[in-house]
């Protein structure tokens, strides 16, 4: 039996998507990148990354891949990574 209050895995990726809409304007924690990647139906979710110099979107699953290649680069650095608006969402 399954606690009403546990979530089945294949669905944190969305909720946590949703709540970082809803609680910090869509703005992800290194946590929530990991989960949102983790999940098979949320880890292809393109993810928009903001650097110094720039941005790029990627999907969530390759996300953490991409930062550590700005951070390495010691050119750049990484600001923050959001949840990316798609026309539905408007």
Same mark, same amino acid.
């Given at each position: ?5 546990? =979530?089945?895995?294949?669905?944190? /990726?969305? %909720? ?11 703005? %992800? ?9 983790? @999940? ?6 393109? %993810? %928009?990354?903001?650097? /110094?110099? /720039? ?18 680069? /010691?050119? @750049?650095? =990484?600001?923050?990574?959001? =949840? ?7």
């Amino acid at each position: 039996m399954t606690h009403r209050y546990s =979530v089945p895995d294949a669905t944190k /990726g969305r %909720l946590t998507m949703q709540r970082a809409s809803r609680e910090r304007g869509g703005f %992800l924690t290194e946590c929530d990148v990991k989960v949102i990647a983790n @999940d098979p139906t949320t880890r292809l979710q393109m %993810l %928009l990354v903001r650097c /110094g110099s /720039g941005r790029f979107m990627a999907p969530a699953q390759d996300v953490q891949h991409f930062i550590s290649i700005v951070d390495g680069s /010691g050119e @750049d650095y =990484v600001r923050d990574v959001s =949840v990316a608006q798609t026309r539905d969402e408007r």
